[in-house]
């Protein structure tokens, strides 16, 4: 009896502690008209986008003695709350993909609630921020290409180089022959701009199964080719 009941106050003792953290989850109200980018790891409530498409970042360092946020070359002093969270709110930036990184204490660092993706010519943090009418850049119910990674052997660099590659949907399972479209990345990107950042597999899938764009192969390459006396000629160097 005594070890029935000893179990019986630790269920009751977990329930009220489950109930007391989602409370505590829930307790948390955003902006009406705000929301989490894509770009988000696991959709993080934040950073958070605004109706008037500023952005709202919130920073937990409790140990820091200042944070900034670098978004796109312009520095913003996020200001430190009791318990070490840090926030700020940019002004309204324009719809697109922005890079972004965190600069504690004066270190520039990537933000842990966002995906990385290789801009500015480093692993970088990233919002996207939607416009509206380019429903083509989203998952839909549509037949699905593929992309994949492959390498080539370069006579110039002599080294291997990646490429990404996208094929249609149904590619695999007929021979026909589909023309090839070669896309080059902004400087301070590489192969995986176009694909990642761009949503090039996104974008054609649904293009192609609205009947708006010829089933075709994209290829990506990588355009940064390190120069015969060492290091690479800028950001972007072919």
């Avoid at 944070?67 to 709350?81: E, F, P, S």
Wanted: glycine residues 10%; charged residues 15%; hydrophobic residues 35%.
């Amino acid at each position: 009896m005594r070890a029935t009941r000893m179990m019986l106050a630790m269920i009751l003792t977990a329930m009220f502690c489950t109930q007391a953290v989602a409370q505590g989850f829930t307790r948390e109200t955003f902006p009406e008209g705000s929301y989490s980018p894509v770009t988000n790891i696991n959709r993080s409530s934040y950073p958070r986008v605004l109706s008037n498409n500023s952005v709202m970042f919130r920073v937990n360092a409790p140990q820091a003695q200042s944070v900034q946020i670098d978004l796109c070359g312009t520095k913003y002093d996020m200001t430190k709350a009791e318990g070490g969270t840090w926030t700020v709110t940019t002004q309204p930036q324009v719809p697109g993909f922005h890079y972004y990184f965190l600069i504690i204490d004066g270190v520039s660092v990537a933000d842990p609630a966002s995906q990385s993706f290789f801009g500015c010519s480093r692993w970088s943090s990233a919002i996207d921020i939607p416009e509206a009418g380019m429903e083509d850049f989203e998952v839909k119910d549509v037949p699905h290409g593929e992309v994949h990674t492959v390498y080539y052997y370069s006579k110039v660099d002599e080294s291997w180089r990646p490429l990404m590659v996208y094929t249609p949907a149904g590619y695999q399972e007929n021979k026909n022959n589909y023309p090839v479209v070669y896309i080059q990345h902004g400087g301070g990107e590489d192969h995986r701009g176009w694909m990642e950042q761009g949503r090039t597999a996104q974008i054609m899938d649904n293009l192609i199964a609205a009947g708006k764009a010829t089933p075709m192969i994209v290829v990506s390459a990588n355009s940064n080719v390190r120069s015969r006396n060492g290091g690479f000629g800028g950001g972007y160097s072919s």
